[in-house]
């Protein structure tokens, strides 16, 4: 079974900001899949379903985004997954530019605390992940304030295309892998 994990925070002050990215594409896929992530376990929303005719878990950690990996690692271990093989992760990326994505099979955090507490809590980073450009702190920004920050007006539009991307770039990963993925989808969106 699949586990996608959409990186956030929990609590209303939170939605729609740029470090929940990861949570609202897990929203787009359960809605464009049918799946109710409601249920409470380990620390985490989850829910089960099939994308692209794979069993999949759709999981929204509800630990704060700098201790994902205390939930993550509590379902990877019960749910047996082989988090080289079968564990997607999603999550914001000020390095990319707004609505860009960029798909790996392994590698650093990148700066990112949720990141950086999985790798932690797993003992390595080889692990798929999608990262979501929220576009660059402007200087003079404290960058906790800009990543829990809102969208722009003008930036909402390029953050839905990027939803529906993460949406078709899990796709292919599940149906054709990562590699298929990167090929189509790290590459930059022109505006």
């Known amino acids: 079974m699949y586990m ?4 956030g925070n929990p609590g209303g002050q939170y939605e729609n900001t740029r470090h929940n990215i990861g ?11 049918g799946i109710r992530v409601a249920e409470k376990k380990h ?11 794979e069993k999949c878990m759709l ?6 985004m700098n201790l994902s990996g205390e939930s993550v690692r509590e379902l990877v271990d019960y749910y047996k997954v082989d988090a080289e093989r079968e564990l ?25 605390n949720g990141l950086k507490n999985i790798i932690a809590h797993l003992g390595h980073d080889g692990f798929t992940r999608i990262r979501i450009g929220v576009g660059e702190k402007p200087e003079g920004y404290d960058l906790a304030d800009y990543v829990l920050g809102h969208f722009s007006s003008g930036e909402r539009g390029a953050m839905e295309e990027a939803k529906d991307l993460a949406l078709a770039a899990v ?14 989808y790290n590459r930059k969106v022109e505006r």
Do not use: W, Y
């Not at 996608?4 to 990186?7: N, S, Y």
């Not at 999981?59 to 704060?64: D, S």
């Open 88 to 112: 997607i992760v999603i999550s914001d990326d000020i390095s990319l530019d707004v609505g860009q994505i960029r798909i790996r099979r392994k590698g650093s955090a990148g700066g990112h």
């Open 23 to 33: 949570f609202a594409v897990i929203d787009r896929i359960a809605e464009q899949e």
């Open 4 to 7: 996608i994990v959409g990186l």
């Open 43 to 53: 620390r985490a929303l989850i829910g089960k379903g099939c994308v692209a005719g």
């Open 59 to 64: 999981a929204k950690p509800q630990t704060f």
């Open 171 to 184: 796709r292919t990963i599940l149906s054709r892998g990562a590699d298929a993925a990167m090929n189509l």
